[in-house]
């Protein structure tokens, strides 16, 4: 069955700290691992990772592939408040119209 | 920037009534998903549709729902006859294509409650 972990599932700091948000998976077919950023309604895209250890970064947020050992990571840099949300990690899988398998996501607060 | 919309925002109903959920991808988008969201539960796939036919579906998806593109432009999800338990935040998405780094975009989604 397939299978994605997100650890932790909730977690609380300060503005300006830096947190790391993990993503592990077990899938088959697996084609790619995606971030998501949920706050009140719509998931909205973050990242698309296909290949290991090639980080990708926009502004502090930044992310990471380990296709051997099967996780990802998120790191947010320098936390404002504007970055409380749920994060979402999804893995793709299938050919054609490939459906997403979602983790149970990061309750992230950060407190001014 | 382009998005994908859904209408309603909330929709309430008595069980065993029908109810349609309406979404309009992303323009240029071919492939059109739904989700749904259980209160405090993961996000879970639905189905995904692509050329006019559906391409997969969970085991959820059973004979009560249904998905149609009517137009060019309307993407709607179905349930025959709701059950208390089809109570849950209805998500539609689009992607461009698949294969190409090209992600799905989500709607805001569709607060569903059977009474």
């Known amino acids: 069955e397939d299978k994605v972990v997100q650890s932790p599932l909730s977690l609380v700091v300060h503005e300006g700290d830096t947190v790391t948000l993990n993503c592990s998976y077990e899938?088959?077919?697996?084609?790619?691992l995606l971030w998501y950023k949920q706050e009140k309604k719509a998931p909205t895209f973050l990242f698309m990772l296909?290949?290991?250890?090639i980080e990708k970064k926009s502004g502090r947020l930044s992310s990471i592939l380990d296709k051997k050992e099967l996780f990802s990571i998120l790191n947010i840099t320098a936390t404002q408040t504007g970055d409380s949300a749920i994060y979402l990690c999804?893995?793709?899988?299938?050919?054609?119209?490939?459906?997403?398998?979602f983790g149970q996501g990061t309750r992230l607060t950060i407190n001014p | 920037e382009p998005e994908v919309t859904q209408t309603p925002s909330h929709q309430v109903t008595q069980m065993g009534q029908e109810v349609i959920l309406r979404c309009v991808p992303i323009?240029?988008?071919?492939?059109f998903y739904w989700y749904r969201q259980i209160l405090g539960q993961k996000v879970e796939f639905l189905v995904s549709?692509?050329?006019?036919?559906?391409?997969?579906k969970s085991e959820i998806f059973d004979d009560q729902f249904s998905v149609e593109r009517p137009d060019g432009s309307n993407f709607t999800l179905k349930i025959r006859s709701t059950k208390l338990e089809d109570s849950a935040m209805y998500f539609c998405?689009?992607?461009?294509?698949?294969?190409?780094?090209?992600?799905?975009?989500f709607g805001d989604g569709t607060r569903l409650s059977i009474l």
């Open positions: 998405a689009s992607s461009e294509r698949t294969g190409h780094n090209q992600p799905q975009h």
């Open positions: 899938v088959t077919n697996f084609r790619s």
């Open positions: 296909t290949s290991s250890g």
């Open positions: 999804a893995v793709e899988r299938g050919q054609g119209a490939q459906k997403l398998v």
């Open positions: 323009s240029n988008h071919l492939y």
């Open positions: 549709f692509y050329n006019n036919e559906i391409s997969e």
